[in-house]
């Protein structure tokens, strides 16, 4: 662990102590954050010594009006105690960069200044502080890295969900392990935005985006000299994409990548069948059919609401003609087409027109062939930027994305202090030389380019980029590259498309810093899993399918779909691959072959139902104002005065799935599944499942079935075959509470016996606390967590909460609470080490009173728990949420087997 710098940490005041627990605090009156641990980095409080430096403590809040004036004042007074130290500060630099000194003067290097290695302690900046110093050349650039836009301005988002407390800007040294160019890696908020790079005769052709002209400047010393600049030759090629560079980009990978990229052996596992399909045919400019044995490309994008002219079933005939497309199609697609053309390519397909649009039949065989489609696409053609089809690939047109920000700071040679000496006079001579740097920055992490953009929130683009094996995206400024090899990180214009190392003294190789992102892709691993000869056996098999599984989940959920009944649909490409990769069927979107597993996922915020209408505002508000441990106050939602069956709700889409809500999930109790913990122990032996209200079939549960064996999948057509045990149901036995109803009133009734114990056993705490984001620790999600009570009120387990069920703890509706169960689906075994909890920003969450309730050794086993509500105006039960509960207190609570019944 080292110490680490932020721009100061809040102290707690009065407000916050309302919310009473412990643990969080470090004793000296001020929040204790958690380590962060991607980097092992602790956060340091500097709010004393920044107040003994400036005379201000920065955590104190003020109006913006004072805020500026104050950074006014700061500035002022600066430039007064240089003048009176009879230095020339810089008028291109702010303050901070006059006191941080991140460059240094370089005797031996022809540019005269380096990047200065010695680490700072100062706080940098924040993002409103950088935004106040924007006539200083290196917090603009610094800026430039961590907004959406420079017209807006504004914060990128998920810098700014990262705790108040942790957001800065820290710059540490590092140096290009390819080159050895050394650069200003730059930091905000403990993740890495980008880098900052000096112009220099050995990386221009590589910096500069739009390519080098030579200009005639000033020298270091005296005199004119040429000085290298990113202004372009000729306007018709102002801000162009290079397509030669695209074309090494993919003969690199093509050449150099074998078999991860090039679809020999992991993912032809999955689409070993060849299928005919439609492409364009850019060279004759018309539609043809061809297999998927042909090089070809793929183009995903947003349709948005643009006339997209479309393939139908009146036209499809004329564009099979040589020259039969129009040549008014949208930008994007126009610019694709293009694009393929540079790269001297000739096929690529595009679902509006190479899928007849009004072919019922045909297009939903098309739509189960996504998978195939993109599996086999040489490379995906992904349009970042805008929220339609016509804003366009940028880059691709002449003027379609802005020029490259490039800044000029001159600096007196030599000076320590970056000053800079005016000339007397306009004619006078000035004998002191000058040294003319040019800085630009490195583009955004592409998960950063990717988790701002529209196409990123788009339920039906997820699986086209996780099937892909190569995607080329184009943003609003740059062109990045990635493959199956460079799943981590991605090449792109202008980067240093290297990894870089730390020089500055803090600085730990040996940390693991692997970051949660959009750009992580389940689908390699996957593939890896169904693939790997280095995992004998059939559960570590099923323990690394699941955990792909789990994380596509959560990737997909967090989007958007324009029909919520597409839930399904949007993603069957991707179930193509789980059905083979867990040989067994995916039921409602949960695997058979590991049921128990996937039946515990956890909501990220409030979570309707699927095409349920919201009555949330209907139901009457009890007495209560709801503590939280950020300082919020929820309202507390008693349930519904009358319990009726809702209508509105689509039953196609059940409650114990995923699909059947409308939000973002997670599996949060798997969090530590890579670990050497063993999978938990099924308790579902045997379940039953009516698939639309067709005959009943029983599936036996994980604990007897050998899953993941590899397999040959048969063609592409064929791969949804059932491999684990089934039987029909005898339709003549007797229907009781302790057996299977043979024929659900319902779709999709999901029916298994394991052992139960009603809600009100236990006490359900009122206090709420956010847990952290998977991305971030110091990121606060919408998801609260309460701690479950046994009956001496020691903590005994957590509750996941669910918005429609607030109330549940609360004593206002102990009938509505006595309908409810407790259902446990699995075990986990005793640990020697103790289980990680959920995290939240200021640190892991207790699950248990470990007087009572040990957290390792004999006795310290856990159980996994469904929350089912049996009063939903029909004969079956409805899931409510998850808990974890300490396997002693389950004991102790008397559970009682018997069946349970799912819609």
Known sequence: MSPFPTAGRQKVHQRRQSWQDEGYDNGLGMRSLAIDPTSKKVVVDLSGLYEMEFGFDPTVPVSNAEFVAREVRQETKSVENAKALGQHPNPALCHMCRRVKPLKPAYDKSIGFEWNPKP?????????????????????????????????????????????????TQLRTSEITATGEIVMSVEYGLRKVGALRIITEGNHLDAFRDGPVIQGQYSMVRGPKTMLTSEPREPATASRVNPDLLQRWFNNCELNHGETCSSTRYRDAYCTAIIPITLIDVWNNCLVTETTSVKYFALSYVWGAVDMLPTLLSNVRSRRQAGGLPQNFPKTIADTIEVVRLLGERYVWIDALCIVQDDTEKKSIELSRMDVIYLQAFATIVALEGDNANVGLSGVRPGS????????????????????????????TDDTGKAILQLVVTPQPLHLALESSRWDSRGWTFQERILSRRCLYFSSKYVYFQCSREQEEAISECGVNSPIRGVGLWENPDVDARIVTSLNNPMDDLYLYYNSLDLPTPQARLRGTFDAYARLVEKYTSRTLTYESDIINAFLGVFAALNTAFQSDIL?????????LALLWTPTRRCPRRGQKDNFCKRPMLNHALLTNRDAVGLVSGPSDTIGFEESVDRRFPSWSWVGWNSPMEYRLFAGLHSPEPLPKSLIHEFAFNVDGKD?????????????????????????SVSIPIAILDLDRAENEDQYVASPSLPNVLQFSVPTVPLNTFTICRQRQYISTTAHVHSSSHQEVRHILDRRGKRCGLWWEQANYVYVGRLDNLRAESKMIFVAVSEEEDMAVARKGSYRVEGEIKMFDETVYPSTGAGSGLINVLVVDEDMGHEYGERVTVVRIHAKAWEEAGPVKRMVKLA
């Open 588 to 596: 409602c979107g949960l695997p058979a072959a590991a049921l128990d």
């Open 696 to 720: 009943l079939r029983t599936f036996e549960g994980r604990g007897s079935q050998v899953t993941g064996a590899q397999i040959n999948p048969g063609p592409a057509s064929n791969r949804h």
């Open 401 to 428: 994305r802005p020029a490259q920000q490039v800044e000029t700071l001159v600096i007196d040679t030599g000076s320590e202090h970056l000053d800079f000496t005016p000339t007397p006079g306009p004619f006078a």
């Open 120 to 168: 700072s302690s100062w706080p940098f900046g924040t993002w409103k502080q950088l935004k106040s110093r924007q006539h200083c050349v290196i917090c603009r650039l610094i800026l430039s890295l961590i907004v959406i836009d420079s017209v807006s301005c504004e914060l990128h988002p998920c810098l700014a969900a990262t705790d108040l407390e942790v957001q800065g």
